[in-house]
């Protein structure tokens, strides 16, 4: 009748807090269609929106109407979680949200936790755990090119190239096994030189997929420029024009930017934090000090430094790599090989602008086939190449087998195959609640 004791359904706001006019509840498990039943009369048809009367019916003075809302229910399996799953297109007061969940706990229903219906949608085999991860990325994506990215990671495009390596290794390690197990048969020489080789083959393709500058890492995270240069060329005035708000103080006074100041732009379709940095220069301030320590730090861990200067010739100690912009082109030209701007007269800017965009791209463009995008997706693959490494300076064929076994699990933790409760736990735990 109601929810099965210990497992009851979960629900929770699909949609997001602040003010809108409709507020999705999603609610998942067996025992959905009691909680519908009791809510709205009769369960709507299957995967229809119908517009019903949502009642809390164990009040002692009589029935009482929450709210008219769209309801859906889908029966399992054809739904997200593959469960018994139901949605309420409700008003999104708060009033209207607060009595409809306190109606949803009375009926056996609990808060969910962040990310479970998708935690359920994988443990249902609807998805993989890399798959779940392109929806959280894909919820979080604030450009194109993250978007992009994350719509081909939840359509299983990397699952596909790490699903790929986990079946040729099961090949090999069967190959493997039948060379430890039929030591004494004759098999010819070629048979372990080819499985030696098609290891190799393995292993070289996990590198290049590693070594891929962490593109797609990048691209999810968003990049840092910094900004830097000695006081006064017009960092902070940059960092305006390119954020289109005055976030920092512009001066004539030299060494008016201490701390470092953060700002979120988008270039060539990627997030960038623009950093204006203090000017660089010896001092004996010491707050200004610790402003051109910080400085420093982050010339040394940007992804691209912005060196601008407003002389004739460009610093001579800019990082490699780095952008070469001369400001106040008002006053004089820039040298060759640096990008020339006048942040007063608005001259150059699209160029500079397209510069910036262009390094953007080129440290965030997938090379061939799908990027990795994560740090444990990273950790799991350099755990598996590992063992590949150790299986093939193996002498004994009974120990590469054992190697083997060890990458196959190191690759099955990825995409969820290997079932590990923390992994679990912390890939889901970093999604919003209600998905
Ligand atoms: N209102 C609403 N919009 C939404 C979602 C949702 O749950 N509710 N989504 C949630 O993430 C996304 C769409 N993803 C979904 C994925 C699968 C199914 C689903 O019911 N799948 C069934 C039936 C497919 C069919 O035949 O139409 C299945 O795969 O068996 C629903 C939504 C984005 N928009
Ligand atoms: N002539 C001219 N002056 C400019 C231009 N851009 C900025 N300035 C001036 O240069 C001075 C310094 O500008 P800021 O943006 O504060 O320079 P900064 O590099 O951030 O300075 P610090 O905080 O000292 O490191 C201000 O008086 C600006 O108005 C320009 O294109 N042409
Ligand atoms: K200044």
């Not at 950790?379 to 150790?390: C, F, G, K, Q, Y």
Request: with cysteine; net charge negative; proline share 6%.
């Amino acid at each position: 009748m109601t929810a099965l004791a210990g497992h009851p359904p979960i629900f929770a706001l699909a949609t997001g807090a602040g003010r809108a006019a409709i507020a999705v509840m999603r609610l998942s498990g067996a025992g959905c269609d009691d909680i519908l039943r009791a809510l709205c009369g009769t369960l709507p048809a299957p995967r229809q929106a119908s517009l019903r009367g949502l009642w809390r019916r164990d009040d002692p003075s009589g029935p009482v109407l929450l709210d008219r809302a769209l309801v859906l229910w889908f029966p399992a399996p054809r739904s997200y979680t593959g469960e018994d799953s139901a949605e309420l297109h409700l008003h999104a007061g708060p009033a209207v949200i607060a009595a409809v969940s306190d109606a949803l706990v009375a009926l056996g229903a609990r808060p969910a936790e962040p990310g479970e219906f998708t935690r359920r949608a994988f443990a249902g085999g609807r998805l993989d755990l890399v798959e779940a991860e392109g929806i959280a990325d894909l919820i979080a994506a604030e450009t194109e090119a993250q978007r992009r990215q994350a719509l081909d990671q939840s359509d299983g495009r990397l699952s596909r190239l790490y699903d790929g390596w986990a079946a040729r290794l099961r090949v090999l390690l069967a190959h493997q096994e039948a060379l430890i197990d039929f030591p004494d048969e004759d098999l010819p020489p070629e048979i372990e030189q080819a499985l030696l080789g098609d290891l190799a083959a393995l292993r070289c393709e996990m590198q290049a997929h590693l070594d891929d500058g962490g593109r797609g890492e990048k691209l999810r995270r968003g990049l840092t420029f910094a900004i830097v240069g000695a006081p006064n060329v017009g960092k902070s005035s940059l960092l305006n024009a390119l954020a289109e708000r005055e976030a920092a103080i512009v001066s004539s006074i030299a060494g008016t930017t201490r701390d470092a100041i953060e700002v979120r732009v988008v270039l060539g379709e990627v997030p960038v934090t623009l950093i204006d940095t203090a000017g660089l220069r010896d001092t004996q301030d010491e707050i200004e000090a610790e402003g051109v320590r910080r400085a420093l730090f982050h010339v040394k861990h940007a992804d691209c430094v912005i060196a601008m200067f407003d002389g004739d010739a460009p610093p001579a100690d800019v990082p490699q790599g780095a952008i070469l912009v001369r400001n106040k082109i008002d006053l004089g030209p820039a040298p060759g090989g640096t990008i020339g701007i006048s942040i007063h007269q608005d001259r150059g800017m699209d160029v500079l602008r397209a510069a910036l965009a262009e390094q953007a791209r080129a440290l965030t463009a997938a090379s061939a086939g799908p990027p990795l995008t994560r740090a444990r997706h990273r950790a799991a693959i350099e755990e598996t190449a590992s063992h590949l490494a150790t299986a093939l300076d193996m002498d004994w064929p009974e120990m590469r087998g054992e190697d083997m076994r060890q990458a196959m699990r190191a690759l099955g933790r990825l995409t969820g195959a290997v079932g590990v409760e923390e992994v679990l736990d912390t890939v889901f735990g970093q999604f919003c609640i209600g998905k």
